[in-house]
């Protein structure tokens, strides 16, 4: 489709360009403004207008993705009619700032509570610029943050702000919505979501989160003032959480979410340290609980956390902050360390059910174990741009027009077994454990299915995914029809003669990484990590067949099936988990 924006640029609208789609519109790249993207409305009617625009135009454009110019669409011989509007294009560099939140994805991304600070500064004094021109944001939640790797901060989906001349829409996130207050968006209640925001940076955790005996939701415990702080006996805490360690945030997150008080978080007085992000290793573990015999398969040294881990069958890849870690899982109950090499000599380690990798200055080497030395491979190279995903034995490599698969475990002289295709690659988002992708209008997911990937179409827009093999974890959105209410939900997924099945009925409250064991061709168990609980569920409907005292756990842990029996690792320590 040809368009027209505001000062006459001919642009073309095309579906195989589509980069996201949300519950407004769609994303789509610009060929003839390559450093742009057009937003395109699914309801035109809803577009945003030129008084509108001018009116958010007074943004600071090194914190907010803004309206640049309309796009018109010519549908008769004299009318013209908008349809969507033109921004700058971030790129693939950035990500939401939910991600953060997570104490794995920060030990895993070398994410320090230095950065944490330097992103929460940018987003304060973003939210300051847009209330000094009267503006509202609103939504202020870690869907429409977004982060890169130099902690730049960017603000999204800015033609829902309310300025002076329109109200904001008072469409957002339950999360960070102000139920204290009515829910009425203001710039209070941006105040609110921005103290919610920062709470999850600093803590891991949303202030309202944890178990409580008497009141279940979010908005029953904003509007009771009981955050996860409060000295509560019928409050249960996630293992998960980080206390503030700084009286002077402390006192002001009390004051917000505990009396009511509305007003920008002071970070000007930052201690050197207000919550480590290092973990302190616990002791070698080997006991049994109840059933369950668990035991440690490497004792951390006092200065040494896991920062990440990825096991097949035959293997676990153990990556702490100082070393790589390879043992062998082959053997039923039994892990044993065969290998270990020092961080700073590869930028990356992968591996296959026999095969050691390791990646530098953008080279792929292989392991010989009988010369003990690594061996460069002549047929990869890697960009600064590449992205990788490992399914199994597989790491899929995306770069701007290709997919590639490289199979680990088919090295043949100084060749490893490659197959790529041509891909949008703009149009492909990538997570540590998945891979989607947006195509002529549609989403797909990609997912290890045998020996090889294969796609199949995704029933909902995706915000995370986590899966193993054909199974998984959905992270999406929900808006109830004819309300601003708008949840972020999770739900588990299984691909089956090539289509994907939401298994809503089932309540999970955060993704997770679990393990997938297969019992026949169709169906298996699902091991899923819990506080202090090992949780089994069935592929047929994910309903829990057993749930197990398991103290090691953490609802952050990973998960692995191996020969050994069931992976268990967090940043204090890697576990063996079978029946006893």
């Known amino acids: 489709m040809k368009a027209i924006t505001q000062t006459g640029k001919k642009i073309t609208i095309d579906d195989a360009a589509e980069i996201h789609r949300g519950g407004e519109g769609r994303i789509l790249l610009i060929p003839e403004l390559p450093n742009q993207v057009a937003k395109i409305y699914h309801d035109p009617t809803k577009t945003l207008t030129t008084k509108r625009l001018e009116a958010l135009k007074v943004l600071d454009g090194r914190y907010f993705v803004k309206p640049l110019e309309l796009i018109v669409e010519q549908y008769n011989i004299v009318m013209k009619r908008p349809i969507g509007f033109t921004m700058d294009y971030l790129g693939t560099a950035f990500f939401p700032l939910a991600a953060l939140f997570s104490a794995p994805f920060c030990r895993r991304n070398g994410v320090t509570m230095q950065r944490k600070l330097k992103v929460a500064t940018q987003l304060l004094n973003a939210m300051q610029q847009a209330h000094s021109q009267n503006v509202i944001i609103g939504d202020l939640s870690g869907l429409n943050v977004l982060v890169n790797d130099k902690d730049e901060v960017k603000l999204i989906d800015v033609d829902a702000y309310g300025t002076k001349e329109y109200p904001h829409s008072e469409i957002l996130l339950n999360d960070i919505r102000d139920y204290y207050f009515g ?11 921005y103290a919610v925001v920062i709470f999850q940076l600093l803590t891991s955790v949303h202030p309202y989160k944890g178990v409580h005996k008497l009141y279940k939701s979010l908005e029953e415990r904003m509007i009771r003032q009981i955050p996860i702080f409060t000295k509560d006996n019928d409050l249960i805490l996630p293992k998960c959480y980080q206390p503030i360690q700084n009286p002077h945030l402390q006192q002001q997150f009390e004051a917000i979410f505990m009396k009511g008080h509305r007003a920008p978080i002071d970070l000007k007085q930052q201690p050197t340290a207000i919550i480590p992000l290092t973990v302190q290793p616990v002791k070698k573990v080997k006991k049994k609980v109840g059933k369950l015999l668990i035991q440690s398969i490497y004792q951390l040294d006092n200065q040494e956390f896991i920062t990440d881990a990825y096991a097949l069958k035959q293997q676990l890849l153990l990556t702490t902050n100082q070393q790589y870690l390879i043992f062998d899982t082959s053997n ?16 990356a380690m992968y591996i296959g059910e026999k095969s050691i990798l390791g990646r530098k200055n953008g080279d792929l080497l292989v392991y010989e174990s009988d010369k003990k030395a690594f061996r460069k491979l002549s047929n990869v190279k890697f960009t600064t741009n590449s992205r990788l995903v490992q399914f199994g034995n597989i790491l899929t490599v995306i770069e701007e027009d290709y997919l590639k698969n490289i199979y680990l475990d088919e090295v043949n002289l100084d060749f490893i077994r490659v197959e790529q295709m041509p891909i949008f690659g703009k149009g492909v988002h990538t997570q540590q454990n998945g891979l989607w992708q947006h195509t002529g209008g549609q989403q797909y997911i990609w997912y290890r299915s045998g020996k090889n990937l294969s796609t199949v179409r995704l029933p909902v827009q995706v915000y995370s995914l986590q899966s193993s093999d054909n199974h998984g974890i959905i992270t999406y959105k929900e808006q109830t029809t004819g309300k601003t209410e708008v949840s972020l939900k999770h739900a ?21 990484h679990i393990a997938y064991k297969a019992l026949n061709a169709q ?8 506080d202090d609980t090992l949780i089994i569920r ?43």
């Open 332 to 347: 039923k109950a039994y892990v044993q360390l065969h290998q270990r090499f020092v961080r700073s000599d590869f930028e």
């Open 523 to 530: 169906n298996g168990l699902i091991f899923e990590p819990a």
């Open 183 to 193: 829910g009425k968006v203001s710039k209070n209640s941006d105040y609110f979501a």
């Open 492 to 512: 588990f997924f299984s691909i089956q003669q090539l289509k994907l099945t939401l298994h809503q009925q089932q309540t999970i409250t955060k993704p997770k």
């Open 538 to 580: 069935r592929t047929q409907d994910f309903a829990i067949l057993q749930e197990s005292p398991c103290p090691i756990l953490s609802a952050d842990s990973q998960l692995f099936n191996c020969n050994a029996g069931i992976l268990a690792i967090d940043g204090k320590g890697a576990y063996l988990m079978n029946n006893g």
